[in-house]
């Protein structure tokens, strides 16, 4: 479905070798786009790079874990050094423990915490002086509907998330003077690698399909794709997005209207 919507942008993407970064990264590249992509898994990363290389796109593969700063930050300047510029952030990736309050560690908090939430504020934190300097950016970052609901077991990822989209809202009204906008994205449940539990897709587990298929807890009746949650990132990173900062668009069949 390309119109070349991103064309001649340069794009950092998190998480992007599997899951819904991978196919961000991919509608990104084909419309246009260069793409940075970053991922903490060299061969998942590798494969994205070489599939959208073969394909004639403009990509850079970053192999390195957000949480280290220093070599995120190195990646960052390295992307406005060979491109020139960083027109667009994509906060994707992240992690998701399970543990109730009484069984869950502080050290999965702070994982979780140092992930979802402290490396979003550095990758920005870095990356925005390039935007504020071309007077443009857009921000885009993945929180899920977890943010705002919970259904119990992962209270360290609903922090984040929900911290994530109220930190949405401070940028937007930082950034807009400089024509950046900063949006968010709430997903629903996703058939994506986060999604399995041991081993099995969460999505295929019966009482899954009772509650949320058969008796339409989910209104659409299915679990997402990325490719129903990219579509939305592409709108929000394009020049269609023009008049929308601080929102949060919620991509999740309905799920969070019904109760
Ligand atoms: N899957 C779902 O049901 C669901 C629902 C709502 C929101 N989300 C959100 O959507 C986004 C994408 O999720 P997904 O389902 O594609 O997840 P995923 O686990 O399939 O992919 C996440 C990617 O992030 C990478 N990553 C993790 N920690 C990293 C680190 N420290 N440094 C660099 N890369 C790292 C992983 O290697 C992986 O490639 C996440 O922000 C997630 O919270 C997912």
Request: charged share 20%.
């Amino acid at each position: 479905m390309s119109r070349e919507m991103l064309k001649d942008r340069v794009a950092i993407i998190t998480g992007a070798g599997q899951g819904l970064g991978r196919t961000v990264a991919a509608e990104f590249a084909g419309e246009g786009c260069a793409v940075a992509i970053v991922d903490i898994n060299p061969q998942t990363l590798g494969g994205v790079e070489t599939e959208l290389k073969e394909k004639g796109h403009t990509v850079m593969g970053y192999p390195l874990d957000i949480t280290d700063h220093k070599a995120y930050g190195e990646a960052i300047d390295d992307v406005a050094k060979k491109w020139g510029h960083i027109d667009i952030l994509v906060n994707n990736a992240a992690i998701s423990l399970y543990g109730t309050i009484l069984d869950d560690s502080l050290e999965h908090w702070r994982r979780q915490m140092s992930v979802n939430l402290e490396a979003v504020y550095m990758g920005t934190k870095m990356v925005v002086p390039y935007m504020v300097q071309q007077k443009f950016g857009r921000i885009i970052n993945i929180a899920s509907i977890q943010g705002f609901l919970s259904s119990g077991q992962c209270g360290a990822y609903n922090a984040a998330k929900g911290g994530m989209i109220n930190f949405t809202k401070s940028l937007a009204v930082e950034l807009a003077p400089y024509n950046i906008a900063v949006n968010a994205v709430a997903p629903g449940f996703m058939r994506t690698p986060m999604a399995l539990i041991n081993g099995v897709q969460e999505s295929e587990m019966p009482d899954f399909q009772t509650w949320y298929v058969e008796k339409r807890h989910i209104p659409m009746a299915r679990t997402g794709y990325p490719e129903d949650i990219s579509g939305t990132v592409v709108f929000l990173a394009s020049d269609y997005c023009r008049y929308m900062t601080g929102a949060l668009l919620v991509v999740d069949g309905g799920l969070s209207s019904t109760f």
